[in-house]
């Protein structure tokens, strides 16, 4: 496939409704240098506190309240996860993030996110 992406690029994770961190992949241990077993279980916005400075518990919360989705983009919000870029960049400190936020739903009731996270720094 000459059109496909490459995974090093995503990162996925999902989260319960308290905003928990449920599942951590490989993506995100790339990105952020944490392992899934120093993740799981500890709140989104205790590892990452600017979340919430930032304006953006407020999205999280609003895809968990009101069942959609959100797309953060990366020319508005710049990232949801603070991370160095992949590749070094004479522009960014922090790498650009393309960030989708879904419901996880179960028998019709909202039990989490799944959040994808595309690291755009060199596009852009």
Known sequence: MANSVPTEVFG????????????????????????????????????????????LLKTLNKVLADSV???????????????EPQKASKHFER???????APVEEEG????LIVTIEDVTERI
């Open 95 to 101: 790498m650009l993030q393309r960030v989708t936020i």
């Open 12 to 55: 996925v994770f999902t989260t319960d409704k308290d905003l928990k961190i449920k599942v951590w992949d490989n993506g995100m241990i790339r990105f952020t240098g944490l392992t899934a077993e120093n993740v799981r279980g500890k709140s989104l916005q205790s590892l990452f506190p600017e979340i919430e400075s930032r304006g």
């Open 109 to 112: 009731e909202v039990v989490g």
């Open 69 to 83: 989705v959100r797309v953060l983009a990366p020319a508005f919000h710049r990232y949801l996860i603070p991370c």
